[in-house]
Nanobody
Framework: QVQLVESGGGLVQAGGSLRLSCAGS????????MGWFRQAPEKEREFVAA????????NYADFVKGRFSISKDNAKNTVYLQMDNLKPEDTAVYYC??????????????????WGQGTQVTVSS
């Protein structure tokens, strides 16, 4: 099992930027595909972005394309989510997740078996 800890959340005005980090421990993240998900109050957890073990493949939810970017630094055992042009509807708890294989179900919550505790992102209008 790999342990994941997110950081970088906070309060930002609409149009602003944040960079979330997800640090791994216990296992090297170079062996894992990673995903970012988010969950707003009263809503289901939803897919945001995913990246393959070597960073060669990425995928995004339609509502973040062109605004968010996922990246992976295996040397630092960390995954990042750069979020630009934030909107109030991006307000949620953001979670990173890890899985051993990058397959077509990369957007499915149930496809990941390692999760962090989440970091709150609040975007004010």
């Amino acid at each position: 099992q790999v342990q994941l800890v997110e950081s970088g959340g906070g309060l930002v005005q609409a149009g602003g930027s944040l960079r979330l980090s997800c640090a791994g421990s216990g296992r090297t993240l170079s062996a894992y595909a990673m995903g970012w998900f988010r969950q707003a109050p009263e809503k289901e957890r939803e897919f945001v972005a995913a990246i393959s073990w070597n960073g060669g493949s990425t995928n995004y939810a339609d509502f973040v394309k062109g605004r968010f970017s996922i990246s992976k630094d295996n040397a630092k055992n960390t995954v990042y989510l750069q979020m630009d042009n934030l909107k109030p509807e991006d307000t949620a708890v953001y979670y990173c997740a890890a899985r051993r294989y990058y397959t077509d179900d990369y957007s499915a919550v149930g496809a990941y078996n390692n999760w962090g505790q989440g970091t709150q992102v609040t975007v004010s209008s």
